[in-house]
């Protein structure tokens, strides 16, 4: 039988609301759990702001035949270019649906710090 | 391979005669043969290919007729008589700002500036290369050795 913990507020997803309302919860003394699907950010590694455009095959201008195919839905985000798109979840993996007519363009960037990363 | 190594040596002439060596680094050094074959390939969509395609054979056929060789064979003086032929016509068919280019001449113009000035070549060593432009002087003097600053974008 696995450890079982008890706790009085369970946040799910850290980016920034849920990194918020963990930061208001525990300052309240509330016991706070903060789930989180993605991976954590590894500043070294993962940081792309001191690429350069000729470091990137497509200088830039992403990889439009392959962005297509897998993130049909995240490259309508101005954020995911050829540096942050990395940091979107590929549709291809993750579909969801709408009612008809109702189209929404969900946005996912799945790490610790959620969107607040991009 | 996609290109054959006479529309390879079409593109390279083309583009060194766009952006030459003078001083600086010309187009080939910089790899922009290499970046516009990756863009035609692997980013345009069909109608954009396909009127690069025609294009490029076009050039070689008009050079074909007037000299009787390839354009990458011809001499200087021909290649410029095609290039300003196709510059001339360029204009006369000129897009709207919202259209994507409608001639040949202007889409391989705009590979070849938009490769080059990506390139580190272009940035460091033609343009003066500043990400973090740290002042802004309103009014400098414009000498022989000025350069132009770019922050990449």
């Known amino acids: ?118 | 391979m996609f290109f054959t190594s006479q529309q390879r040596e079409t593109i390279e002439a083309l583009s060194e005669l766009i952006i030459p060596t003078t001083d600086t680094p010309g187009a080939i050094t910089a790899g922009v043969p290499e970046f516009i074959e990756l863009i035609v390939v692997e980013w345009y969509d069909t109608d954009d290919r396909e009127r690069f395609m025609r294009g490029l054979t076009e050039v070689d056929e008009r050079t074909q007729a007037l000299a009787g060789v390839v354009f990458a064979q011809s001499g200087v003086e021909t290649q410029a008589e095609i290039v300003s032929a196709l510059e001339v016509e360029s204009r006369t068919t000129i897009a709207s700002e919202e259209e994507a280019p409608s001639s040949f001449f202007q889409q391989f113009r705009g590979l070849v500036l938009s490769g080059y000035y990506s390139s580190e070549i272009g940035l460091r060593e033609e343009l003066l290369y500043q990400p973090i432009p740290g002042r802004f002087d309103g009014c400098v003097d414009v000498s022989e050795v000025t350069r132009s600053v770019s922050d990449g974008n």
């Open chain 1, 1 to 118: 039988m696995p450890k079982q913990e008890r706790y009085d507020a369970i946040v799910v997803g850290s980016g920034i609301t849920g990194g918020w309302a963990a930061k208001e919860l525990t300052e309240r003394g509330l016991r706070t759990l903060v789930l989180e699907a993605g991976r954590s950010i590894d500043p070294e590694n993962d940081y792309v702001m001191t690429t350069q455009a000729w470091e990137l095959p497509f200088r830039g201008r992403r990889d439009r035949i392959r962005q297509e195919r897998e993130r049909p839905i995240q490259r309508e985000c101005y954020a995911c270019d050829e540096w942050s798109e990395k940091f979107f979840v590929r549709d291809n993996e993750n579909p969801y649906t709408t009612e008809d007519e109702k189209p929404f363009l969900w946005i996912r960037s799945r790490q610790v710090g959620g969107r607040s990363i991009v």
